[in-house]
T-cell receptor, first 111, second 110 residues
Framework: KQEVTQIPAALSVPEGENLVLNCSFT??????LQWFRQDPGKGLTSLLLIQSSQREQTSGRLNASLDKSSGRSTLYIAASQPGDSATYLC??????????FGSGTRLLVRP | NAGVTQTPKFRVLKTGQSMTLLCAQD?????MYWYRQDPGMGLRLIHY???????AKGEVPDGYNVSRLKKQNFLLGLESAAPSQTSVYFCATGRDYEQYFGPGTRLTVT
């Protein structure tokens, strides 16, 4: 069974800290790897998408990496802010364009 | 340009009742998906469609049916609701490698 695991399940950091969220997956034959943000009671916002041929993507203070050989992806958030508080979900897409999600990391950035 | 919309936003059902959730998109995407999200979990795929008139089962299809009679609409039906179907339901559309999500429907079955 294809699985996606996110560690840690929850994280609390003081404002300004750099942090890393981890995502691991069991099947290296991925099409792409996506990171989403979800605010409480809201839908999903796409943050970064890494194609299988890429190793990383950057957007502002966010950087996502992909290592297919080890089945791992990381989301790096620089200089965290209280507005970054949300749940972060990673999802792998297979060759039939279906997404398989991890359970998410709940991030709290304390002022 | 509304993107992806879902109707209704909230619903409370009694066990055994039926209902249909509507997903509509104006992005002209071929692919459409229905997911459910339970507390503390990621999204799980219920059913999906790769084009008008086609549907396929996802990871958790039992208790649900779907129809894609028009390209822009994807309907999710619950014929006989059960408390285990209490969840938040998300619709998504995609052109292949990327999916765009609706705001969700919060369903409670008592």
């Amino acid at each position: 069974k294809q699985e996606v695991t996110q560690i840690p399940a929850a994280l609390s950091v003081p404002e300004g800290e750099n942090l890393v969220l981890n995502c691991s997956f069991t099947d290296s034959a991925i099409y792409n790897l996506q990171w989403f943000r979800q605010d409480p009671g809201k839908g999903l916002t796409s943050l970064l998408l890494i194609q299988s041929s890429q190793r990383e993507q950057t957007s502002g203070r966010l950087n996502a990496s992909l290592d297919k050989s080890s089945g791992r992806s990381t989301l790096y958030i620089a200089a965290s802010q209280p507005g970054d508080s949300a749940t972060y979900l990673c999802a792998r897409m297979d060759s039939s364009y279906k997404l398989i999600f991890g359970s998410g990391t709940r991030l709290l950035v304390r002022p | 340009n509304a993107g992806v919309t879902q109707t209704p936003k909230f619903r409370v059902l009694k066990t055994g009742q039926s209902m249909t959730l509507l997903c509509a998109q104006d992005m002209n995407h071929e692919y459409m998906y229905w997911y459910r999200q339970d507390p503390g979990m990621g999204l799980r795929l219920i059913h999906y469609s790769v084009g008008e008139g086609t549907t396929a089962k996802g990871e958790v299809p039992d208790g649900y049916n779907v129809s894609r009679l028009k390209k822009q609409n994807f309907l999710l039906g619950l014929e006989s609701a059960a408390p285990s179907q209490t969840s938040v339901y998300f619709c998504a559309t995609g052109r292949d490698y990327e999916q765009y999500f609706g705001p969700g429907t919060r369903l409670t079955v008592t």
